[in-house]
């Protein structure tokens, strides 16, 4: 199956500084990547959408610019975390579709954040 | 917008069988997928039912009724590895893009 994978796995890191989290989809190419973040024993909450080649487009409540999102090519996309503090600590994963019809997402493993 | 509901915790023995509901409000309904998640692992995906009716893969079935605004997920002899949390999630039909998530149902298989 396809495969999605995401660097670092985990990261800690002091509060104001910044994260870039890559999503990278292996064996196919990803016309549309999606970012989630899941507190502890909750739900995966959709934080944005990014399509190759065009701005991400964000959901209700997500600060654009705390949270930048690039998706330059087919097979990558980053999530810059701007000046972390430490409520953004969370569990952010990120999922690739390759094509507008299939209603199969593949997730990527998770990146673990800690701001101290 | 919108929302989807879930049990928050089921608990069944090994070999049983378990059924874990799922009813949704959506502006717009395209589809409903459930996914697995193990403790700090990812979400995979198990199934997909757009049209009524019951969709069978292996051990594991997902019903839909849109009538209902509803659906569900039977696991059938339940293993100790089906201990996980179980997500239903709708496709939005307005941008289907788009997946939105229940808040998970936590499954405890028991010996």
């Known amino acids: 199956g396809a495969v999605v994978s995401q660097h670092p796995s985990w990261v800690i890191c002091k509060s104001g500084t910044s994260v870039k989290i890559e999503c990278r989809s292996l064996?196919?190419?990803?016309?549309?990547m999606f970012w989630y973040r899941q507190f502890p024993k909750q739900s995966l909450m959709l934080m944005a959408t990014?399509?190759?080649?065009?701005?991400?487009?964000?959901e209700q409540g997500v600060e654009k610019d705390k949270f930048l999102i690039n998706h330059a090519s087919l097979t990558l996309s980053t999530l810059t975390v701007t000046s972390a503090h430490p409520e953004d600590s969370s569990f952010y994963i990120c999922?690739?579709?390759?094509?507008?019809?299939?209603?199969?997402?593949?997730f990527g493993p998770g990146t673990r954040l800690t701001v101290l | 917008g919108q929302s989807l509901e879930q049990p928050s915790e089921v608990t069944a023995v090994e070999g049983a069988i378990v059924q874990i509901n799922c009813t949704y409000q959506?502006?717009?309904?395209?589809?409903l997928s459930w996914y697995q998640q193990h403790d700090g692992g990812a979400p995979t995906f198990l199934s997909y039912?757009?049209?009524?009716g019951l969709e069978e893969t292996g051990r594991f079935s997902s019903f839909l009724s849109r009538s209902d605004s509803y659906g569900y997920l039977l696991l059938q002899e339940l293993q100790m590895k089906d201990s996980a949390s179980y997500f239903c999630?709708?496709?939005?039909?307005?941008?289907?893009?788009?997946?939105?998530f229940g808040s998970g149902t936590k499954l405890n298989v028991k010996p």
């Open positions: 039912n757009a049209l009524d």
């Open positions: 959506t502006s717009g309904f395209y589809g």
């Open positions: 990014s399509n190759e080649g065009s701005k991400a487009t964000y």
């Open positions: 999922s690739a579709r390759e094509r507008l019809s299939t209603d199969t997402q593949y």
């Open positions: 999630a709708v496709r939005d039909k307005n941008n289907f893009n788009k997946f939105y």
């Open positions: 064996d196919f190419q990803a016309t549309t």
